[in-house]
């Protein structure tokens, strides 16, 4: 089992034991880690990129209860320096956190949002609805989340168990196993590209000014 300080810590580099290193088919290195600090592709977010002592770390993935770190060369077993890429990890962590803002303006609307995809270029929020929803436009839901933004909410984290919470100020929390963003201040300004609503959903497409 890998241990995933990831879940509750900000930080990019550290000592890792590598304690396995396989070649695959399509000559790349799936490497196991002890404990890691990349988070994987899932919860709508690409993985991490960075590097695993000399070698590249191309993609991230959980499989069961390990993460495989899929790497462009062999890593020598024992302990290796990992290190992950900020700019990556700051872009994935602001627009999922985006995601957390902009589920909280619809649900204010009576919505329900249901499933979040974070990819930089392509990302969503899908609600649905219960009972009789306000209508949501692209101009207040931009406006609402980044009032958020400009409020500058701290991350507040709760942990149960493998159960992760994470909220921004006194915003409700859900429960979520991503990357965030410390204050909603480092999201900068979000943009709501457009709304489109399918088969009672209402998808809101954005995107963040660099
Ligand atoms: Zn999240």
């Not at 959980?62 to 290796?80: K, N, S, T």
Request: glycine share 10%; charged share 25%; aromatic share 6%.
């Amino acid at each position: 089992m890998t241990q995933r300080h990831y879940l509750t810590s900000d930080d990019l580099s550290m000592n890792a034991q590598v304690l396995s290193c396989s070649r695959t088919e399509d000559g790349r290195f799936e490497v196991v880690l002890a404990a890691t600090l990349f988070h994987p592709q899932g919860g709508g977010q690409p993985s991490d990129q960075g590097t695993i002592g000399d070698a590249s770390v191309l993609r991230v993935s959980q499989v069961e209860d390990q993460v495989i770190h899929v790497c462009d060369r062999d890593v020598p077993l024992g302990e290796a320096r990992i290190d992950v890429s900020s700019a990556a990890r700051s872009l994935h962590a602001r627009l999922h956190s985006a995601g957390h803002l902009i589920g909280f303006c619809g649900e204010e609307f009576g919505w329900r949002a249901v499933k979040g995809h974070h990819w930089p270029g392509e990302a969503r929020v899908i609600f649905e609805h219960d009972v009789d929803p306000r209508e949501m436009t692209g101009e207040i839901i931009e406006q609402q989340a980044n009032a958020h933004v400009a409020a500058g909410l701290s991350r507040n984290m709760t942990l149960d168990g493998d159960k992760r919470s994470i909220g921004f100020g006194s915003l409700p929390a859900y429960s979520c196993g991503g990357t965030h963003v410390g204050s909603t201040a480092e999201i900068g300004k979000i943009k709501i590209s457009k709304v489109k609503e399918k088969k009672g959903q209402v998808w809101v497409y954005y995107d963040l000014e660099q």
